[in-house]
């Protein structure tokens, strides 16, 4: 099962990539079946897809515009 395993860590290697949006769209395809024929680099696409909705729902949400021009202030005093 050596070769599957290669396999599985191109797969999350790339993984970042598809989630960054900086793959083709026949490397895209490839990790699609991939993750389709392996439970485990499907969950650790799952699980990274959503960290990053996450991630950007929090920053978008949680980030008062007054913190915002606060940061801003103090990095103009520098
Ligand atoms: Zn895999």
Redesign the pocket.
């Known amino acids: 099962m050596a070769e599957d395993k290669g396999?599985?860590v191109e797969?999350v290697h790339l993984l970042y990539h598809y989630l960054d949006g900086e793959l083709t769209t026949e490397r895209r395809v490839l990790i699609s079946q991939?993750l389709d024929d392996?439970p485990?680099?499907g969950q650790a696409f799952d699980f990274e897809a959503e960290l990053r909705v996450v991630i950007a729902q929090k920053c978008r949400e949680e980030v008062p515009p007054e913190l915002v021009e606060r940061v801003r202030k103090a990095l103009e005093q520098e």
């Open positions: 396999d599985c797969a991939h392996c485990p680099c």
